[in-house]
């Protein structure tokens, strides 16, 4: 049994080792301070905040005139390793990252959709993620112990308010596209929204204008499942035990969620461990269930719990329609760029139906979008796994002639 | 807000009083003790046990030739007071009954779908339950303590394998209708395959032959869930806390499970609590985190844990096609009874499709089936909510002609 990611890493890794001419090779991640206390990041709720550290990759060249620059977006539990080989694994405390290249490393490289022969790809890690910016296990200035539930509630616009000062500081005045899959589509819509005159094009992939309530409905138990753990002790565990139990229970849950029905049966169709029948015992049975306890496993020996609580608050929050105060039409008014909407037949985390509404309320606002709902049975997690259909809308889109 | 079932028994409570003519009136619990130690009841996991109590209810009038009964199952959190108000709620430890009636009123009662005019209803809790039926929380025989995790891992042919002694000490030799939803379906389904002799009709609605990879998965987080909250005490917490988070974990996945994304959506629209904007906070804000809560707290004071793991085994070991050799048209060639399928368009646990695949085992052995998929914004829940409908439906197949 493997998972989606493992199957495409493995895959990657196969096709595209560190030397391999269709991959970016070996890469490090750097951090740049984004606001100080004379600089801090004004966040939505009202709050500012200082010290921001930012990590972040980049991949391929930055021309002359910079406008040939991609900004991708990670989802929940990604990393600013988009692509190609770390070579600062072990420096980062995150040894996992040698085992395989980074996340979306069948999308990023030279000949690929995200084609670094042409583009200048960057990514940063999201403000209250644990991979290298500053979050719920950084050190707050004012007590001198990790933030822990002490961090400002965030939000997709405070994401993309912070990484406006990357691109910033990277002298980058307009984007030549930015993308993402599941929340990091939602970053690229916020993008398109917020900064109307910063960005050529918008990829927004397995996404959607707002989560439904059924999609709130799993974040809203992952944090209670978390927020009971006894080991969470109100979000002060750093240098203790973590509320692992907690953490598992938000992981499992999501599993099922980036999974469809149809996916989960042609992986494990109620197969047993054993390989035969029923062993008459509540403990792991069926290999969908050792599936779960493996992948919550994983998770938890490197994810932080705090940055699973505000990460899941920010996606619930976000509403693109907000800026129109409720109405999806009238918040698309400011977009400028040409979008491409691209959703998965069978995700039902971010169904079609969602994207298509975003396509529609674009369409009324004569504004230039493409949308592509990819047959796949793979659920949520097909933007990972379709690569060969989705790297052909991607590359048309990126690559095509602008009437 | 009020949960499906809140909205079912206002509505019942309003029509359908004690006094009132559609009501089957007060009602009184019987318990019988149907297995002992000279004659235990044989388990499929290859154990027996006894004492066996069971707890059931009875309605309407048996004529004189004993075969005018429906037997009623009910499915995961339910039990045997399906119509009526309870008259001994209070002896039975379960105050909660005094305030609504049977969970399927609105079904059962005189001139309602099941008549009790014409039939004579009963319906019992299910083995491993905690309601009055012999379950973890009695007393284990051997040890002098309850079972806890020592009862046996029990199963839909359990079930109805004690049920057939129940119906065997009511003096009835055949059934006129087996009837239940959701994994009561499954037991409607479990007696026309183990027991083709003494049933005429079966009605199998909600449910499938088998719990999809992904029905599974929620079951499986549920228990893992219960099992992991520190006051679970590897089930030996009788007399002390109860473990109140797990079991609050599983049932806020329960109902979103039962519910549609769309009912979801028309019930709280992403509405927050305070009808304003975000709070800004990890804890309740949207209208849909209240209601789960809500409708954990209330569950975790009327149901037990360790009833919780053992019913969801149950439910998830249940396959008919194993009684094929793992081939489902095989196994239904034992079926004798008329049989009437209803699924709903918008049940995701138990999907129409999985209904539609009885329906074709049946068919292809021409076994008399009759399918209907029910149009329903209601999701799972539509077997107790959709009323009108099931009724019409129910009604036809019970006092049609038999051709």
Same mark, same amino acid.
């Given at each position: ?235 002060? #565990? #750093? ?165």
């Amino acid at each position: 049994m493997s998972d989606p990611l493992n199957l495409l890493n493995e895959k990657s890794a196969k096709y595209s080792g560190p030397d391999s001419s269709r991959s970016v090779g070996w890469v490090v991640s750097r951090s740049v301070l984004l606001a100080d206390e004379e600089n801090p990041l004004p966040l939505d709720c009202g709050k500012t905040i200082a010290p921001v550290y930012v990590e972040y990759e980049v991949y391929g060249e930055l021309n002359e005139a910079k406008d040939n620059a991609i900004l991708i977006f990670h989802a929940l539990s990604g990393d600013a390793h988009v692509a190609g080989w770390s070579k600062n694994a072990d420096q980062l405390g995150r040894p996992w990252l040698k085992n395989r290249p980074g996340w979306w490393d069948d999308m990023v490289g030279p000949g690929k959709a995200f084609d670094t022969k042409k583009f200048f790809i960057i990514c940063s890690n999201i403000l209250g993620s644990c991979y290298g910016t500053t979050g719920p296990a950084s050190i707050d200035p004012v007590t001198g112990r990790p933030y822990g539930l002490g961090f400002p509630v965030i939000t997709v616009g405070d994401w993309v308010r912070l990484q406006e000062r990357l691109v910033t500081y990277l002298g980058i005045k307009r984007l030549y596209a930015v993308a993402g899959g599941s929340i990091g589509g939602q970053q690229a819509l916020e993008w398109a929204l917020a900064y109307p005159d910063r960005v050529e094009r918008a990829l927004i992939i397995a996404s959607s204008p707002r989560l439904s309530d059924q999609g709130l409905s799993f974040n809203v138990i992952a944090r209670y499942a978390i927020r009971t753990d006894p080991n969470f002790h109100s979000g002060d #565990y #750093y240098g203790g035990s973590t509320p692992d139990r907690g953490l598992s229970v938000a992981r499992m849950l999501g599993h099922i969620t980036y999974l469809s029905e149809i996916s989960m049966q042609n992986k494990f169709g109620r197969k047993f461990c054993n390989g035969a029948g029923p062993g008459y015992h509540l403990g792991v049975d069926f290999e969908v269930e050792g599936y779960l306890r493996h992948q919550s496993e994983s998770f938890v020996e490197r994810f932080d719990a705090n940055s699973y609580l505000f990460i899941t608050r920010a996606a619930d929050y976000y509403d693109a329609s907000l800026r129109g105060d409720g109405n999806l039409d009238q918040a698309c008014q400011s977009i400028q760029c040409r979008t491409l909407l691209v959703s998965f037949s069978s995700d039902w985390l971010y169904p079609p139906e969602h994207m298509k509404e975003l396509a529609l309320a674009m369409s009324r606002n004569r504004k230039h979008v493409s949308y592509v709902n990819i047959p796949s049975s793979y659920g949520h997690d097909a933007f990972l796994l379709e690569v060969d259909r989705l790297s052909h809308v991607v590359k048309s889109f990126l690559e095509g002639g602008t009437e």
